[in-house]
């Protein structure tokens, strides 16, 4: 019961990795505002029965709903302890050569602009709570490019950067902000940015999900559960010296290049030493 008494708000929080989240911190005694546009998602996060969980809809593109949010959440339970600053999706697929304006602000409003405006309307109702905390939702596309489209990397590898400067410039109020830089979950983030029939959507589903599980070292598909747990570290007590910091929590996907940790890709080194055996095979031939 790390939570028990405490208020948190969980934006994104009617599937994946929002969901698990509100779970969690439901189950283990907090009050949990679960935000989203999808009324249907939470309510039946609600219908489980884990805990105290309250929706609020929520666009995050919307600067009037993020407030409403944080208002509610602060006034009806005293004040805000944690704010998860998750939702998202794949936004803009287009390349940098060929996206068009409204695509890429759409797409920095909803994955960027809105963890902003979660953190500059969550902190009246934060300030002079004890281990006040922030986390926002980045990504390993933040660490470079190869993981997602342009516009979301870019777009996630600013939150790392406002999660540094935001824990900078709350520091005074006693407010940490971290972020959390998911790999490879499975999520519907992935099927819901392909352009296929809804009915092919579960197929895809798992497709990826089988995919996920030979992607990284770690030999599983990276599950919510997996972020939930991360951020409810960094929420808790046991991260109170945690501040402006990232977690990658990505299964080892990005501790370098295949050939690495996969035998099967032998890489530049695999290769040499092919060279070397059969050099050697021929010299004793």
């Known amino acids: 019961m790390r939570f028990s008494g405490k208020t948190v708000v969980v934006t994104g929080a009617a599937s994946g990795i929002g969901a698990e989240s509100a779970r969690l911190f439901a189950r283990e005694g907090a009050i949990v505002y679960a935000a989203d546009i999808d009324e249907a998602g939470v309510t039946a996060l609600i219908e489980e029965g884990v805990?105290?969980?309250?929706?609020?809809?929520?666009?995050?593109?919307?600067?009037?709903?993020?407030?409403?949010?944080?208002?509610?959440?602060?006034?009806?339970?005293?004040?805000?302890?944690?704010?998860?600053?998750?939702?998202?999706?794949?936004?803009?697929?287009?390349?940098?050569?060929?996206?068009?304006?409204?695509?890429?602000?759409?797409?920095?409003?909803?994955?960027?602009?809105?963890?902003?405006?979660?953190?500059?309307?969550?902190v009246p109702h934060m300030k002079g709570r004890p281990n006040a905390s922030i986390v926002n939702t980045s990504s390993v596309a933040a660490t470079g490019p190869g993981y997602s489209p342009t516009a979301y990397a870019v777009a996630k590898g600013a939150v790392l950067h406002l999660t540094k400067c935001a824990a900078a410039d709350l520091a005074p109020h006693g407010i940490r902000v971290n972020a959390i830089q998911p790999g490879f979950i499975n999520t519907n983030i992935f099927t819901t940015s392909l352009e296929i029939p809804e009915e092919s959507k579960a197929t895809a589903k798992a497709m990826i999900a089988q995919m996920s599980s030979n992607a990284q070292p770690v030999k599983r598909g990276g599950q919510p559960r997996d972020i939930a747990e991360a951020c409810a570290y960094l929420a808790s007590e046991a991260g109170s010296f945690v501040n402006g910091a990232s977690l990658l929590v990505d299964g080892g996907l990005t501790v370098g290049s295949r050939h690495t940790w996969d035998p099967e890709e032998p890489g530049m080194m695999g290769a040499l030493q092919a060279m070397e055996e059969q050099a050697a095979a021929q010299a004793g031939a």
């Open 51 to 122: 805990g105290d969980i309250r929706f609020q809809h929520c666009d995050v593109c919307s600067t009037e709903a993020i407030k409403a949010l944080m208002d509610r959440a602060g006034s009806e339970t005293g004040g805000i302890d944690v704010v998860f600053n998750n939702a998202g999706a794949g936004g803009a697929r287009p390349k940098i050569d060929e996206i068009e304006p409204d695509d890429w602000d759409r797409t920095f409003d909803l994955l960027l602009r809105s963890v902003a405006f979660g953190i500059r309307y969550a």
